[in-house]
């Protein structure tokens, strides 16, 4: 049966309608999905990646980096950019709120705040309180999205209401259970210079612990052929004996083992060699008062002749106290083992002897297994809608002694055979990282937005500058050492004048003691007139100027997106090439040599060397296209609300990213 002439025109009305609403339909940026899209967002701390010495992008396409190439065929990539001043917390805070610090608050790690005293921070920058605004996770969740956060610097105290946060940074929460070193009382008085640099940001647990050795009077359970040497090494609430034992039957002083026991009395549990890690012991551990399952790994780093010992003990990295729900930490534990998740420490410990450095490929490669198992291990355990990871092994490595200086040919540790080793160790840790990448691209939805970026990079560092030896060398700061630890006191009644980290001096002429509060007044004035001009004027023995930029705080907005209410009276910008050191000591040099080799921190981002990747997939995102200009990391937050569906908050001063849409 035919169609009437009335339906045929009616039909034919139909159909230029539609194509008339089509054709007048605005275009717009969003996926044609119809199901929710998930997200998976990796972010390795210290990721650098340039076209010139970290070309990423081409290692990839040469086959060392598959899973990097996957993302990169099948997506759009390219290199963000930071925010001054580079600081690991000030980033994440960046890239997970989509605006600078400014707005969202954070300007460094430790800060301090008018109100209270400077000899301690009074807002921790990796702490989730310092936020002024929401991360993407408390907008992800308020739209409904079950998210789980691994590691995420900015992240504890939790903020999640439904979710899992599992281990932030440094976020005064639980019990971190930090890896500490353990070595006799002897060795501190070659250490002592080190002073603050045992200290976990200067302030906290000591990271290497000097402890007593004396000869063993109840251990007899293993062989020695010159008298036992005993140490208990006590942290976390737990004790372990160390006994130092001689196996050579050479006829001479030849300490060689290490027997690890929990009782001066008690059988060995483990008799380790010189660079032998044990296995992990499963312990009791106590956190204020409370006692909990644990974990430890021990290793001899080194044993000398004399019986002298460097001892590491890695302490499980999860526990009931740094997980939400508590439950999360056995489930993850019973399932992939112990945690590795920080390799090293900050300060640095894994630096003072050649021993030191294996010790850290090894807890490199630990943490790296762990965060691959772990990405795997969420997905099926877990089913997040949104699931972001950091790992901080990159920034450890490429900040620790043994790497940059080798790989950076304006250093002059730099040769040709060198460099080579040294990009061979990054370029494995590297895989580490992609082959986390892979086990998170096992659980393509194809629903699911893919991404990797980092919060900055790292370049070479050189020389330290000691602005605190300058300072007190023209008696605006004055303290004491302890003759035992190197450690210093500050006099703050008398001290007009210091430097704390990251890049901030605080002036005051008439003391720092007490309630910090920012002065003015004539003699204000001309303190910080000759502060100013003490900097401008700083050189190195040859003629370089160490400080690229000092700005006042009323003209730090010029320059830099950092928030007035949380910086110094000072801000400076530091020079390619140094780093420096809030440490004072008698000897008042201002300038030495760095025996860490790698630094981030208060440099012009655009630096070359300071940008991160960007790579991202998924649904709404084209395929194999290369952004033809850098981004900038408050870019990255709303791009991904905006292919979510999500509604960007109006706090957010990034741009949608619109030349990667489809």
Known sequence: MGFSKTAYSILILMSILILSSCQTQPKISEPKSIEPIKLYWFIPDGMRADPELFNIYKWAEEGKLPNIKKMIDNGAYGYSIPDFPSHTPVNFASLLTGAHPNVHGVADGPMHIEGFPLNKPSVAGFSSVAKKVSPIWTVLENAGKKVVLLSMPGSTPPELKKGVTIRGRWGNWGSDDAALIFEPKEKQAEMKDVGAGFKLFYLGDTLTKFVDSKPAENFHTV???????????????????????????????????????????????????????????????????QPYASNIKMKVIKVWNDGTFRIRVLYNNLNKFVTEPESVA???????????????????????????????????????????????????????????????????????????????????????????????????????????????LKHDDGNTIFVLSSDHGIILQRRVMALNNLFASKRWLKYSINPETGETKIDWNNTQVIYLQTNNIYINPNGLAGPYKRASGKAYEQLRSEVIESLVSLQDSDGTKPLAKVMTWEDTPKFTELPTDRIGDLVFEVAIGYGFSEGVNPKLAVFYDSLTSGNKQAYDPKTNGMQTPFVIMGPGVKKGYKLNIDINHVDQMPTLLMLMNISIPDYVQGKVLEQILK
């Open 330 to 440: 056995k489930e993850m534990t019973d399932e992939l083992g112990p945690m590795v998740d920080f390799v090293d420490n900050f300060p640095p410990q894994l630096i003072y002897e050649p021993e030191d450095k294996q010790a850290f490929l090894d807890e490199a490669q630990m943490s790296l297994d762990y965060h691959k198992n772990a990405a795997d291990f969420i997905f099926n355990r877990y089913h997040p809608d949104v699931f972001l990871q950091d790992i901080y092994t990159p920034n450890q490595m490429l900040t620790s002694r043994w790497w940059m200086r080798y790989i950076d040919p304006q250093s002059p540790d730099y040769s040709k055979d060198k460099s080579t080793d040294a990009m061979g160790d990054v370029l494995k840790m590297y895989q580490g990282l992609d082959a986390i990448i892979g086990e998170a």
């Open 223 to 289: 062989k020695s052929y010159n008298k036992i040497k005993e140490a208990k090494l006590s942290a976390h609430g737990l004790d372990i004996y160390a006994f130092i034992i001689d196996s050579s039957n050479d006829g001479k002083v030849n300490y060689d083992k290490v027997a690890f026991s929990f009782g001066e009395d008690k059988p060995a549990f483990s008799i380790s060699n010189q660079g032998v890690w044990t296995d992990w012991i499963q312990v009791n551990l106590s956190y204020n008062g």
